[in-house]
């Protein structure tokens, strides 16, 4: 059973970088995977944000980027702000299109 | 503009079947892969399978497999989630949401599903 770990918790002062990662029990995450990120706010439906490592949504904060850090996927938000606090996911592609989310890490704005 | 608009919350006891849909609008829904999402309550997302409406091609998770059927009618833009048998532990809330390649990039509004006795 494959699996996808995140932190499950980072706090990060407003204005502040903070990156956030994600990990397979498989090996390196490597392009190939096409890591996706997702924000979900409670209450509401996920929200996709990065696609294919680094890719912005056209609705994407020039904020939030992604990338490949040390053989784990990575979301970077930068100049945080109070309404960037949220849960988020990755999720990693394996084969056969099927698809592995990560427990998804809690970020507090503090 | 992509909507993806789900059925309504269901409540159901164990050993009922069920079937939930999610109506896709404002793009070609036969040439994008639909997928379900599982968020148990207060836990995080769980990828179930996905279907391609063009041709009903389906995956699923080995999580989900045989646990949950998948389909689609494209003459009306719907895809479905169904359970023969609902377990308790099927309450959650179930997305879906449309993949574009190696991408999902809308996701439908979600629906409630509490199963008790």
């Known amino acids: 059973q494959t699996v996808v770990t995140q932190e499950p918790s980072l706090t990060v002062s407003p204005g502040g970088t903070v990156t956030l990662t994600c990990a397979s029990s498989t090996g390196a995450v490597t392009s190939g995977y096409y890591p996706n990120w997702f924000q979900q706010k409670p209450g509401q439906a996920p929200r996709a944000l990065i696609y294919?490592?680094?890719n912005k949504h056209s609705w994407t904060p020039a904020r939030f980027s992604g990338s490949l850090l040390g053989g784990k996927a990575a979301l970077t938000l930068s100049g945080v702000q109070p309404e960037d606090e949220a849960e988020y996911y990755c999720l990693l592609y394996y084969g056969g299109a099927r698809g592995v989310f990560g427990g998804g890490t809690k970020l507090t704005v503090l | 503009e992509v909507q993806l608009v789900q059925s309504g919350a269901e409540v159901k006891k164990p050993g009922e079947s069920l079937k939930i849909s999610c109506k896709g609008s404002?793009?070609?829904?036969?040439?994008?892969?639909i997928g379900w999402v599982r968020q148990m309550p207060g836990k995080g997302l769980e990828w179930m399978g996905i279907i391609y409406p063009g041709d009903s091609d389906t995956r699923y998770s080995p999580s989900f497999q045989g646990q949950v059927t998948i389909s689609a009618d494209k003459s009306i833009s719907t895809a479905y989630l169904q359970w023969s048998s609902l377990k308790a532990s099927d309450t959650a809330m179930y997305y879906c949401a449309r993949h574009s390649g190696n991408t999902i990039d809308y996701w439908g509004q979600g629906t409630l599903v509490t199963v008790s006795s």
């Open positions: 404002g793009y070609s829904f036969t040439s994008y892969w």
């Open positions: 294919s490592t680094s």
